[in-house]
């Protein structure tokens, strides 16, 4: 792929010079928008007043950001570090029933939180899920799973299953739907995994320790079974070196971040502007491209912050939970990109990598795809914004594939034989600008509105062709190339042999287009959902 292909130390000093003088004059762009449009109608509902002493109102458009870390954070607080304390405590007393505590914590939790219907109602799926896995059908797991996750997702069945949730307590909806949601996930998890038991079967007490393990019950990130049944049931829990200095730094990092984008969201309202489409019209094609692209910057870090306050919880109970999602910023390639690691890892092992293979057919590569994208879409819950969403990256995924096996045939393999690594890389970095944008274009679409995506994309390919459309794609290239240096370096320090040849010298790199590369990522989750 020609990762390690180096370029002149100027070319990437030019590079961040643009990329920052561009990041910088968008973000003037939508600060002078939202402190000259503050009083608008449409921002009434959702800017807020913030804190007294910045003398500025807060966007509070995104609910689920409000809910975690300022209307509802003391119970949360209070719950995940009832949940610490219970674990530290075992572990020094009763260290071979640490995953029981986990689940009694968790179910007591749950009972407190959403009472004892909603209990009863998540063990009846649990305990159907379980006497199906005893079947060991693989594909009747598979459709019961689905079939029981539909539930939640369509009318009337949405309304029958909530009425067991009864009270005005303000957060049990979201609670309701998450909780049910991951519960049936990880059912099915652990109903496959049973499958693939050849001796015996687990035995339902390890599925309710599974699931009901609280910081994961409600909003994830989603272990599957077998990494958790292994990790929980561990009897040997010492630490590295320096893990538990690392645990305290990320916390602090969590932290930190939280208070970052809590000022950001005091000058910059970014969440709100999108809503309001005559304001959207009036401002500039370069604030507008640095508004769709903030969006999703916006959502990686909220799920980066969010699952890694789980996570970090998690990792003090002795288990390696789901990596962060990967940065917006450096996904170029739609086999990247992922917003949730747990569903993208679920999806992968189950369907993904199950139907593709090896992923070097077309066809089946294509059945793979279009039956993930059918589960995400069904677990977003379905509505045509989803399945606009869903075949867009699907098509996305699969044209990477198509594009990456055209270019490896002649004359396009003997041409890139001809020219130096560097310059294939410039050349291929010229096709990941685009797909870049595609990526942007396409989840704005999910995170935002449909009138938003198209408003975008009409001003930046149409209204603004060429001087905004071909700046706005070099600025794309510059940090693109940026990103492709950093995992140069990355690579060098991974695998240092062979040293790569000094930049511009002859080379004879893999194909010119092979643009797919390192995990699958698929999934992302609509903004305010769980």
Sequence with gaps: MGVKAALPRYELYCYNVVLCMAMLWAARWIFDVSSSNSNRKTFKTSVQPGW????RKMDTADVEWMMWFSTFREHIIFALSGHVIFAKICSLLALQYRSLVFMVYGMLAVFTSMGWAYVTLILSHCVLLYSISLVKLRWLCFVAGLITLATFKMEPFISWQAGFVTGNFELRPLLFYGGCGFTIMRSMSFAL?????????????????YNFYLPFFYFGP?????????????????RKDGEMWNISLQGLLHLGVIMIVAVLLHFMYILTIPSDMKLLKNISDWAL??????????????????????NTISRLDHLDPPKPPKCITMLYVFSETHFDRGINDFLCKYVYNYLGG?????????????????????????????????FLNCFGRNFELWTAKFFTMEPFISIEMAISESM????????????????????????NSLEFANLVAKRLLLKGFPFTTVTVMF?????????????????????????PPPAGGPTGSAGLCQITSGSRGLLHQKRGET
């Design 424 to 447: 294939s890389r410039r050349i291929r970095v010229v096709f990941n600008t685009f797909n870049f944008w595609t990526i942007v274009l396409y989840n704005v679409l999910a995170l």
């Design 52 to 55: 007294y002493y910045s003398g």
């Design 358 to 390: 090896k992923h070097d057919n077309v066809l089946d590569e294509l059945i793979a795809s279009l039956c993930t994208f059918g589960i995400a879409a069904l677990w977003l819950g379905p509505g045509w914004v989803v399945f606009i969403w869903a």
């Design 193 to 209: 995994e049973n499958c693939e038991k050849k001796d015996g079967n687990y035995s339902i007490l390890e599925l309710l320790k």
């Design 222 to 238: 989603i272990m599957t079974f077998d990494k958790f049944y292994i990790q929980a049931n561990n009897p040997n829990l010492t």
């Design 289 to 310: 491209a640095g508004l769709a692209y903030l969006n999703l910057v916006y959502d990686w870090v909220k799920a980066a912050v969010m699952f890694g306050v789980i």
């Design 475 to 499: 600025v794309t290239y510059c940090l693109i190339q940026l990103i492709k240096e950093r995992e140069r370096r990355q690579a060098l320090i991974d695998d240092p042999d062979p040293i």
